[in-house]
């Protein structure tokens, strides 16, 4: 009898240290995955950066063009003075 309950005990550690192998495998993909996740959103984030530091400069260039039109138009008088 006491073979059979021995037995039966290595038969389920075998069985946890399989479903524990399991787990941590699972565990280990679940880990690179994360980590490619958090790579995306840092991607995602410099690339909305690049986007507002571009439309910052496009509208520093938009200001200094209209002060020049507006220098332009003056000296030809083309605009009201006001």
Do not use: F, Y
Request: hydrophobic content about 40%; charged content about 40%; cysteine-free.
């Amino acid at each position: 009898m006491t073979d059979n309950v021995e037995s039966l005990v290595l038969e389920h550690l075998r069985a946890m240290r399989a479903d524990i192998a399991r787990m941590e495998r699972k565990q280990d993909e679940t880990i690179t995955r994360l980590g490619r996740l958090e790579l995306a959103v840092a991607g995602l984030r410099r690339d909305g950066a690049h986007t507002d530091e571009a439309a910052a400069e496009q509208n520093v260039r938009i200001d200094h063009l209209a002060e020049r039109i507006d220098r332009i138009e003056r000296r030809l008088e083309l605009r009201e003075q006001g």
